[in-house]
């Protein structure tokens, strides 16, 4: 009864936020908006006796479990010799998961080639920079980049999908592990480098000495075969070189993985296909492979530093971790899951602490917050031998007593499967919320160009797109990081944050943008080379002038131990490692001044209306992300955008009409609950590692 009136009231309320929102998730045809999440586990069938294995699929099943994960890193015992293929254990063991209902996603083990592999063909293996070639006896050794290995991995994952690609049992894939991106120095990789560069310089080696300055310090090319793998090591190395490179070695996982996934597809119509990135946001390949289904990522939260909130917060963890992660994999496709999630201790941190009881749902709750569609624990089991021994499990070393973990996953378990009662569809957000809705434009290469030439070795770049993201989280706000392949026109305000390589091409977006009623706020170092990492022929930074008609007259940075400050609004702030003194557009209102040095009195911040929009250039990043927040919260009111002023560790976001509050901090927080909202799970006082889950 009463929850068939929550229901009514979830879906009147879901009308009204349906008209307001203008901006729906793409829903996928993967997964059921009823279900609202499912959780698995990881399961090694090759590590236990068989006669264990109905037991343990017995036992996931009873704790809630509804999929499983399967032959990760089992290539040695799918083709024990080459060319002789043996699926029957694991026709076997994906029997008895079935029998207890359990889905399983398929892998292909291509980060653990078996060793006959790597001994008859080890030209196969990647050699490092300093000429160390790795061996066999760990995993990712092999090169993505030979084609021999490739042409091996394609032909095992052809079997695989010949056998597994039409049955119901298979819910999706997933291919390698945490695939990276490699910087691998044998010669295949250097010739398939060159190439590269001819295809993208039309074979016109004048064009390439262009694009890398090369008549600086005699770099000059007069072929493409005189062309090497840049060598990090060598610390003066032509840093538009590593650029290339590096968009090169993205390319080359990339590429693996995308055959792969159409390689599957041939046969598996009915299935996802996806992979499990760690969320290295800079290393430029995550959402390069265009022929995956969604995006999944990896997360450990606990690993002895401390990156949470007080003396205990290195048990719970960076409250924006997960977050982020949510907000970066879920714009790509609309939908993310997430591969691999600690249930308890980890056995690679400098220390490997026991997690704050409460943390494991705590995380399972956050990863659900941002819009997933699954998450799965690594692992089900704890190993007794090999690298992983002190990593925890669903269950420990005996293989059957639940660990403190395993016990918040199946909580959390039975808690959605409660929810799913009264299930609203995904979009149901209230309008205050949608209205905030904010895009961080992000490129990774970036990054790696300021690193490469960061002026001031206090500078990160990081550090600096945090201080908006934190000030957004504090906001309620729904964030993504969008890629320049997305409109985005959706969204009222748009970040840019230290957006570095740009061209007129971006500038005549961003200015058609803000010409059409969006805000947009540019900060320092945006558009100040071109996509080479070239400075154009022209005023310092003027790429930007025909929008903001700033002009910059000159960059300074400060020793840290001796900052400088800035004055908005009569509050000071202190700032060391990027201030540019901008000379302002005559129609644009000077938010922000320095106010010491020889530049006292002179502008860091503007903001400027511009048609339908407005433009706010940053010119100044700031110690403590203090005045980034306090800039936001004045561009937001003069904006008109309702903001909320959550304490740093405290998240709230909305899904499936409910709303999930979330506290990492290391005090107890009280929620106002907004009018008419019922308590679903938890209570308005959420304790340190709580949830808060009510409805609209
Ligand atoms: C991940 C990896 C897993 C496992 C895990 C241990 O990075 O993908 O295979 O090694 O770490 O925490």
Redesign the pocket.
Known sequence: MIRNKLFTTLLTGLLILLASSTQAQTPTQWFNDKDLTLTGAYYYPEHWDESQWERDFKKMHELGFEFTHFAEFAWAQLEPEEGRYDFAWLDQAITLAAKYDLKVVMCTSTATPPVWLSRKYPEILVKAEDGTVLDHGARQHASFTSSLYRELSYKMIEKLAQHYGNDPRIIGWQLD??PAVQFDYNLEAELAFRNFLRKKYNDNIKSLNNAWGTAFWSEVYSDFDEITLPKHAQMFMNHHQILDYRRFAASQTNDFLNKQCLLIKKYAKNQWVTT?Y?PNYDEGHIGGSLALDFQCY?R?MVYGDNEGIGRRGYRVGNPLRIAWANDFFRPIQGTYGVM?L?PGQ?N?GGINPQPLPGAVRLWLWSVFAGGSDFTCT?RYRQPLYGT?QY?YGIVGTDGVTVTPGGHEFATFISEIKELRKHYAPRDTKPADFQARRTAILFNHENSWSIERQKQNRTWDTFAHIEKYYRTLKSFGAPVDFISEAKDMNNYPVVIAPAYQLADKELVDRWTAYVKNGGNLVLTCRTAQKDRYGRLPEAPFGSLITPLTENKLDFYDLLLPEDPGTIVMDGKKYAWNTWGEVLIPAADAQVWTTYTNEFYEGKPAVTFRKLGKGTITYVGVDSRDGTFEKDLLKKLYAQLNIPVMDLPYGVTLEYRNGMGIVLNYGDKPYTFNLPKGSKVLIGNNEIPTAGVLIFSL
Do not use: A, G, L, R
């Open positions: 592990n945490e499990n760690i990896t450990y691999e600690q980890v690679w690594y992983e990593h």
